[in-house]
């Protein structure tokens, strides 16, 4: 249904709202934790989640996707799927949560690089065809050179997403400066490599103080939109990042509550730009298609 990807300039609750964002959502949905410092999820909320009797170990996850994927080339299959599948993990027992977690050692991030575009090849098909929503963990930003590093962060991924949300939390000033030094290069990063500048959208965590950045000075000061924001909820947040016993009412906590009203609207957005950006590509040559693109960036760096 739609590909959303979250990321953060500071850990300021990627894995927390991209998992509340996931059990909120009323289609069925794969959370896909590519966060490249490493799985949290894995130690934490999937803790005591069982398959078949069986605890998640090492042997499941996004780290085994690079041995799967050399011995289907080597043996000529093409299709990455049936892989990803046997490494899908439930987050509950609604049998319609999955997520594929992440890496058991922030080393293995190189083995991805080239199994990205089978990757994301099977995410694409999850949500297009399958009619999934795709939900990414992309972790905190890595730089270099002013561009997303190609192998600490799941760049990749984050090119081709419909949508990705700077999570961003209100109350934290050092959260909405790094954020601000982040969009930036994140518009450019997608403007040139990606679904454009406009995939890019804020995602604030608030609690609707008075003392907090205010939502409109954010939006005026960053040039970017916010898409949607998350209550801050310390007691729901602490299970999902943290797992352990669910606090009684967790699907009426105002976390997941706000993560409802949120899943829904950010959906149709990305389902509304991936249809614009479909249709432009559709009557326009690849050359012409740079061009505009050039312009845009050329125009861009006019009004600065
Ligand atoms: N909406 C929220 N309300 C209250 N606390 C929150 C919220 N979201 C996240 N937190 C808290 O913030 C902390 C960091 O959250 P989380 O682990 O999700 O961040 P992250 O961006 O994924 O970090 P990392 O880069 O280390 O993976 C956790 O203690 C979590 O409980
Ligand atoms: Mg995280």
Known sequence: MAMIALVSAA????????????????????????DMSGS??????????????????????????????????AAGVQDLAPQVDAHLWPMDDSGRRLVLPG?????????????????IEVLQMTDHTHQWDVIVDGGRLVWENGRLHPVLTPSPVLHQADVVLLVVRLADPASVYLASAAIEGLQDELGQHGNGARALGLLTLSSGSRREFSPREVEA????????????????????????????????????????????????????????????????????????????????????
Request: proline letters at 4%; aromatic letters at 4%.
């Open 221 to 304: 000061k960053f040039e970017a939109e916010i898409m949607g924001s998350l209550a801050w909820d310390e007691r729901a947040a602490a299970y999902l990042s943290a797992g352990g016993v669910p606090p009684r009412n967790l699907a009426r906590s105002s976390l997941l509550r706000s993560a409802r009203d949120v899943v829904g609207p950010l959906r149709a957005y990305a389902q509304r730009r991936r249809t614009n950006l479909d249709m432009r590509a559709r009557s326009m040559s690849p050359a012409v298609l740079t061009q505009v693109r050039q312009l845009g960036m050329r125009r861009r760096g006019e009004g600065e």
């Open 11 to 34: 850990s300021d609750g990627v894995t927390t709202t991209a998992t509340a964002l996931a059990l909120s959502s009323r289609q069925s949905v794969l959370l896909a934790e590519c």
């Open 40 to 73: 949290k999820l894995r130690h934490r909320l999937l803790r005591d989640i069982r398959l078949g009797g069986q605890i998640l170990n090492g042997n499941i996850g996004l780290h085994k996707l690079a041995e799967a994927y050399w011995s289907s080339a």
């Open 103 to 119: 890496l058991t050692d922030p080393r293995q991030a190189a083995s991805l690089t080239e199994v990205w575009p089978s990757l």
